[in-house]
């Protein structure tokens, strides 16, 4: 065992107006897999994250919701904090970037920037909505590349010919927010010298990113650091920049800073020195687990700002790829954006984390999700292979020896074998190399059964004078399973849990892979993880399909994904294909009603519903709609919405739904309820 390690660990932050998906939780899983086995081998590793709080796309979701930006990342910071719970991710601290220790450390650093001589300032022209009374983020234009003339593009580059360029290049362009044509206005803003740090930074990113992101790198030095804008105009949500009358932070100048903040707010409750770990001379190991696509931001821009401000830089910037469904990018379109919450209501998650394991090395490659593989190597590998060796060697020691072990093992070398293979294992595990490892115990797991095969216990039990050989063959099954539990306890932590219980209630740490268990009593057998069954993938996938068939109607929306550099998922932005003509008498059969929320709660075991008691003025009826993932029940309350009054009640597996409400929208979180104007009352005919 190598000296005890002092280590500080970071996720990239999830943006706080979006559920976590799949697609987040490779980063979550990997880090967490890395964070567990640095603990088992008992170092001392702290894991903190956030929700990322800032921005337009937060603003705009919360004035939607008619709730104020607080309460907004109070909802969805609870929900990805009760994700990470589901799915056994061992955060030690969880905040969200609006806290007041962002506030006070992104001051900090800002000032001595200041000092250092770093901040500079200068004239931009930006594009304005004269609607909104807003300058536009880049993302939160659209319009026809001038390269290709590809149309509905961003405002930054286009997802056709690659091209890069302004806002204020494109040709027809359009604002996301009020489908306006923008105009074009100055403003001062402040800037970032990072150039300040080139030399620097050339010095640094060799030993501390990983060979195929240094090679990325060496084309934007070649290109030349340029300066960074970190100021943003109002209205925007975010914190105000001392001494500047009407300046915003950037988001992304303090979404980082929030992994200090993390931490910062874990020290003043338990305790520990927080200038120990971010301190200028801090020996402490600090690492960064991130996309690549916020590569940029992490390696060039965060160290040099923490240089800047007389604190550490990162001993490491650990980069991962994506994650595609079935070969597809993650779109809602293609019924592939299936939400974490939706997965662990149906399987088990470490289902999905041994999965994630199976398939992660050490680089950037992207990793492919196909459910019928998942289903196949889980069934294969943790119930047909893993749990499999205790389940047939528990029956016998329990009716042959009254539960207790043998105090002898007939095979040590056996033992030794696997014993042996721990350091190689340990080694893939430190080096982020999850697949290596995953493989080496799979490996292992079908040397015990093929011993135990060999063996053949359960015709030895048939003769009297075998009863000690019985148990002796079955206790070296059952210490081999306690290694390999043991071996995945990183992986798949809630199913080593139970294992530690019909084992004895002892937590295995990793040393124990070197000593055998002998002599104890064992539990009862109980099955410590379940099949996957196809109905459980089609219940998943049933409710991606539900989410990719809402209405997709509106001309455009502002981009999916975080102003901070979070993975925007691909939107339809073009106006919805007109269906098929009707004539007057058709639609006059449709009774379109004026109705108000009288109730509105949301519908339990149903992700996307909310029940909604209407009040039509000389009755009352029950709707349940779609919109729970654009929406809070609280926020419903006494709204009036247009109602098909007419429509043929519907049964479901909750009630009784009694009519329909009128969305427009893309789906998912971009769904907006019509409402009449002033003065329409319950009852009154939509005509």
């Known amino acids: 065992m190598s000296a005890k390690r002092k280590i500080l660990v970071t996720s990239a932050l999830p943006y706080a107006n979006n559920s976590l998906h799949l697609g987040h939780l490779v980063e979550y899983v990997q880090t967490d897999v890395w964070v567990r086995f640095q603990r088992l081998r008992g170092h001392e590793c702290i894991y903190v994250c956030a929700s990322d709080a800032h921005g337009t796309p937060t603003m705009l979701r919360a004035e939607r919701e008619g709730i104020e930006p607080e309460e907004l990342i109070a909802w969805i910071a609870g929900e990805h904090q009760h994700d990470f719970e589901r799915f056994r991710i061992s955060v030690d601290n969880y905040l969200t970037t609006h806290a007041s220790e962002n506030e006070e450390l992104t001051s900090?650093?800002?000032?001595?920037?200041?000092?250092?001589?770093?901040?500079?300032?200068?004239?931009?022209?930006?594009?304005?909505?004269?609607?909104?009374?807003?300058?536009?983020?880049?993302?939160?234009?659209?319009?026809?590349?001038?390269?290709?003339?590809?149309?509905?593009?961003?405002?930054?580059?286009?997802?056709?010919?690659?091209?890069?360029?302004?806002?204020?290049?494109?040709?027809?362009?359009?604002?996301?927010?009020?489908?306006?044509?923008?105009?074009?206005?100055?403003?001062?803003?402040?800037?970032?010298?990072?150039?300040?740090?080139?030399?620097?930074?050339?010095?640094?990113?060799?030993?501390?990113?990983?060979?195929?992101?240094?090679?990325?790198?060496?084309?934007?030095?070649?290109?030349?650091?340029?300066?960074?804008?970190?100021?943003?105009?109002p209205p925007y949500f975010g914190f105000s920049i001392p001494g500047e009358s009407g300046k915003f932070f950037y988001v992304w100048f303090d979404a980082p800073i929030g992994y200090m903040a993390s931490f910062l707010n874990l020290c003043r409750s338990a305790g520990l020195d927080f200038e120990a770990f971010w301190g200028a001379d801090s020996t402490v190991e600090l690492y960064h687990f991130i996309g690549k696509d916020i590569v940029y931001f992490h390696t060039l821009f965060w160290p040099a700002v923490l240089s800047g401000?007389?604190?550490?830089?990162?001993?490491?910037?650990?980069?991962?790829?994506?994650?595609?469904?079935?070969?597809?990018?993650?779109?809602?379109?293609?019924?592939?954006?299936?939400?974490?919450?939706?997965?662990?209501?149906?399987?088990?998650?470490?289902?999905?984390?041994?999965?994630?394991?199976?398939?992660?090395?050490?680089?950037?490659?992207?990793?492919?999700?196909?459910?019928?593989?998942?289903?196949?190597?889980?069934?294969?590998?943790l119930v047909g292979k893993l749990v499999n060796i205790a389940s047939r060697c528990a029956g016998f020691i329990h009716r042959l020896n009254d539960g207790v072990l043998a105090r002898e093992l007939p095979d040590d070398a056996l033992f030794a074998e696997f014993a042996a293979a721990a350091d190689e294992i340990a080694a893939d595990y430190n080096g982020r190399n999850c697949a290596a490892a995953v493989r080496r115990i799979m490996a292992l797991?079908?040397?015990?059964?093929?011993?135990?095969?060999?063996?053949?216990p359960w015709i030895m039990a048939r003769e009297d004078d075998q009863r000690d050989a019985?148990?002796?063959?079955?206790?070296?099954?059952?210490?081999?399973?306690?290694?390999?539990?043991?071996?995945?306890?990183?992986?798949?932590?809630?199913?080593?849990?139970?294992?530690?219980?019909?084992?004895?209630?002892?937590?295995?740490?990793?040393?124990?892979?070197?000593?055998?268990?002998?002599?104890t009593r064992i539990e009862e057998f109980k099955a410590l993880l379940k099949r996957v069954e196809a109905d459980s993938v089609e219940a998943i996938l049933?409710?991606?399909?539900?989410?990719?068939?809402?209405?997709?109607?509106?001309?455009?929306?502002?981009?999916?994904?975080?102003?901070?550099?979070?993975?925007?998922q691909p939107v339809e932005t073009a106006p919805a294909k007109l269906v098929e003509e009707i004539d007057i008498e058709h639609f006059a059969k449709m009774d379109l009603r004026v109705a108000r929320i009288a109730a509105a709660t949301y519908v339990k075991g149903a992700d996307k519903l909310i029940r909604l008691r209407l009040d039509l003025g000389d009755s009352q009826r029950t709707v349940f709609a779609g919109i729970r993932s654009a929406y809070v029940p609280a926020a419903l309350l006494g709204k009036h919405v247009v109602v098909v009054a007419n429509l043929t009640p519907r049964k479901m597996r909750f009630g009784t739904s009694e009519g329909m409400v009128l969305a427009a929208g893309p789906g998912g979180k971009d769904i907006f309820l019509l409402s009449p104007d002033a003065g329409a009352q319950p009852g009154m005919p939509v005509t």
Request: aromatic residues 10%; glycine residues 8%.
């Open 108 to 233: 900090r650093v800002f000032r001595k920037l200041v000092e250092g001589g770093h901040i500079g300032r200068k004239m931009i022209r930006q594009a304005y909505d004269e609607h909104r009374n807003m300058f536009l983020p880049d993302r939160y234009v659209r319009g026809t590349c001038p390269a290709c003339g590809a149309r509905h593009q961003y405002g930054d580059n286009c997802e056709s010919c690659a091209a890069t360029y302004s806002p204020l290049e494109l040709k027809d362009p359009v604002s996301v927010v009020s489908g306006t044509k923008p105009t074009v206005r100055e403003s001062e803003h402040l800037f970032f010298r990072l150039g300040n740090f080139e030399e620097e930074l050339k010095a640094w990113v060799p030993d501390h990113v990983d060979p195929a992101m240094a090679r990325k790198l060496k084309e934007w030095f070649d290109a030349g650091l340029r300066d960074w804008d970190i100021s943003r105009d």
């Open 309 to 381: 401000a007389g604190f550490r830089k990162p001993t490491g910037v650990f980069v991962h790829g994506f994650l595609t469904i079935s070969g597809e990018k993650i779109s809602k379109r293609r019924g592939t954006f299936i939400r974490a919450s939706t997965f662990v209501r149906h399987l088990d998650a470490d289902y999905l984390r041994y999965y994630y394991a199976s398939k992660l090395g050490p680089g950037p490659d992207d990793i492919d999700l196909n459910f019928s593989d998942l289903m196949a190597k889980v069934n294969s590998d």
């Open 445 to 456: 797991a079908d040397r015990a059964n093929r011993y135990i095969d060999e063996k053949k």
């Open 470 to 519: 019985v148990v002796a063959v079955c206790t070296q099954g059952l210490n081999l399973f306690r290694t390999l539990i043991l071996l995945l306890k990183p992986v798949i932590p809630g199913v080593t849990g139970r294992a530690e219980q019909f084992l004895g209630g002892g937590e295995l740490t990793w040393a124990d892979v070197k000593e055998p268990m002998l002599g």
């Open 542 to 568: 049933s409710e991606a399909r539900e989410d990719a068939a809402l209405p997709t109607t509106q001309a455009t929306r502002a981009a999916a994904g975080s102003e901070a550099g979070q993975v925007a």
